[in-house]
């Protein structure tokens, strides 16, 4: 897939900015910014500025689980009346990693408002790699981020066919669901801008904008 090439580009350049992506469509249909967004934007500003992880002296256990995309679609329609953000990401894509920790941050926002998941999509389809493999990697990983209030799922479809789901062609991906269930948007590279995909500059605002709207 496209994005191991560039994952593997941004590594041999010291990791010093993120990768291109080859264009692919934007599902944002828009969203609503009617009401105040200063609540909102209390709750996630500063998530926009942390780039680690949440520090504490607690060590809770991060729960991983192998699901499928009907099992994602069933936990994105378990959180009804809430914004919802999935970060599609794989240990193989360095840009995915590094902005990993703002979809940690943003989890310890208000959970009544808004729910994170990420979707990893380490498996490729070898037959002698299902996904149950990949467990131990990505647990480890997700460990070191403090995620346990991330709803952290591995997928059970390939990463193809989970781009080809939500017409992506590359990862990292950010998948913003409103209150109501409606996917508005579905962030690449590839449409958000020269300095490609950040939650800094991408999807907070995003959020913060549906939090106002609900």
Known sequence: MQFRHIASVTLLTGLSMLSACTP???????????KSTETANADVSAAAAVTNPPQSNRSH??????ADLAKLSEIVKSHAGKVVVVDVWSTSC????REFPHLVTLSHTDSDKLACISLNVD?????????????????EFLQQQQADQVTNLLSAATDEAVLSEFQLVSIPAILIYSADGTLKHALTDANTGDDGLSY???????????????
Not at 24 to 34: A, C, K, L, M, R
């Open 61 to 66: 256990e991060v729960e991983l689980t192998v």
């Open 123 to 139: 498996y490729i389809g070898l037959k002698s790699k299902p996904p149950e493999s990949y467990l131990g990697k990505v647990q």
């Open 200 to 214: 800094e500059g991408d999807v907070i605002p995003l959020v913060t904008a549906l939090l106002a709207a609900q």
């Open 94 to 97: 360095a840009p995915c990693m």
């Open 24 to 34: 692919s469509p934007d599902t944002s249909s828009g969203t609503s910014t009617g």
